[in-house]
């Protein structure tokens, strides 16, 4: 999914889509009547110079050839709901380089993480919750220490999760 300016939606922004799912789309459609403009794959998106790139359910697809077209095309910032979006950690690396902001997909993309381990220890739906409305600020803090700790955001979140868990283990 991208999302580019435009004035159809509330602060100025369109989502133009791709999935190869009819039903998927059929159901977007049926909630969202012409809020979506479907297109055939990622090339068909950055055609549109979209602002944001939103992997959801496919990954591997932030390849280096990828990263580099997302600069060339505009695109400010990487953030999506799929594991595993990056071709490999270099592509990281490089989209910091040209100035494309990558949100880690394991700090956005901890909701049913969160969930599974709710499961585990009695299914609190109002702690997950609680913890789930986290994930902005944390979002937040690990873009800052990026930027103060000049390291690229995937080094960042790794430091977050590093600390946490050194935390959790009392040392």
């Known amino acids: 999914m991208a999302v580019s300016s435009d004035t159809s939606w509330p602060d100025g922004a369109s989502v133009v889509a791709w999935d190869p799912s009819p039903s998927a789309r059929a159901t977007v459609d049926e909630r969202h009547p012409g809020r979506v403009r479907w297109v055939q794959g990622v090339d068909s998106m950055l055609a549109a110079e979209p602002d944001v790139l939103s992997p959801n359910a496919l990954g591997g697809l932030i390849t280096s050839e ?62 997950a919750k609680a913890t789930v409305e986290q994930v902005f600020p944390t979002t937040q803090g690990v873009l800052a220490r990026a930027k103060q700790e000049a390291i690229t955001p995937v080094r960042a979140a790794e430091r977050e999760a590093e600390a946490r868990i050194a935390a959790a283990r009392g040392r």
Not at 77 to 97: K, T, Y
Request: aromatic fraction near 4%.
């Open 66 to 127: 990828l990263a580099a077209a997302l600069a060339e095309r505009g695109v400010r910032l990487v953030c999506g709901g799929a594991n595993n979006q990056l071709a490999s950690p270099e592509v990281g690396d490089l989209l910091d380089a040209t100035g494309v902001v990558y949100t880690p997909d394991f700090c956005v993309n901890c909701g049913g993480v969160v969930q599974v381990a709710e499961e585990l220890v009695g299914a609190d739906v109002e702690r």
